[in-house]
């Protein structure tokens, strides 16, 4: 059972690193540019301590393309906690939406 879980639990990781990375900036917007682009890349570095093994133990236990649709599924589903608590955004109807048709997604990548 780990081995089917710790990948999730460090994707899950790595893409909270990842959001804060890309996104964290958007409520600094007076740092200068190349200021955030170098916080940025240091942030990223600890995204990728956890995505490449997420990966590299993952592929043992999943399919390419299930790695990647399990990292879809968490990277829109932090985004989302992310823009509604960090970001302070409204989360409307239509993400929802689009969330169910990525849901679906999952079950047709993941049918055998």
Same mark, same amino acid.
Request: hydrophobic residues 60%; contains cysteine; glycine residues 4%.
């Given at each position: 059972?780990?081995?089917?879980?710790?990948?999730?639990?460090?994707?899950?990781?790595? +893409?909270?690193?990842?959001?804060?990375?890309? #996104? =964290?900036?958007?409520?600094?917007?007076?740092?200068?540019?190349?200021?955030?682009?170098?916080?940025?890349? =240091?942030?990223?570095?600890?995204? #990728?301590?956890?995505?490449?093994?997420?990966?590299?133990?993952? #592929?043992?236990?999943?399919?390419?393309?299930?790695?990647?649709?399990?990292?879809?599924?968490?990277?829109?589903?932090?985004?989302?906690?992310?823009?509604?608590? #960090?970001?302070?955004?409204?989360?409307?109807? +239509?993400?929802?939406?689009?969330?169910?048709?990525?849901?679906?997604?999952?079950?047709?990548?993941?049918?055998?």
């Amino acid at each position: 059972m780990l081995k089917y879980l710790s990948p999730i639990v460090l994707l899950l990781i790595s +893409n909270i690193f990842m959001t804060f990375a890309w #996104y =964290g900036h958007l409520k600094h917007r007076s740092v200068p540019l190349l200021i955030v682009i170098i916080i940025s890349w =240091g942030i990223a570095f600890f995204e #990728y301590c956890f995505q490449v093994p997420a990966n590299r133990i993952g #592929y043992s236990v999943y399919s390419a393309a299930q790695l990647k649709t399990i990292q879809e599924v968490i990277t829109l589903t932090v985004f989302a906690a992310f823009s509604v608590l #960090y970001l302070k955004e409204e989360f409307r109807w +239509n993400y929802l939406i689009g969330f169910i048709f990525i849901v679906l997604a999952v079950f047709f990548i993941f049918k055998k």
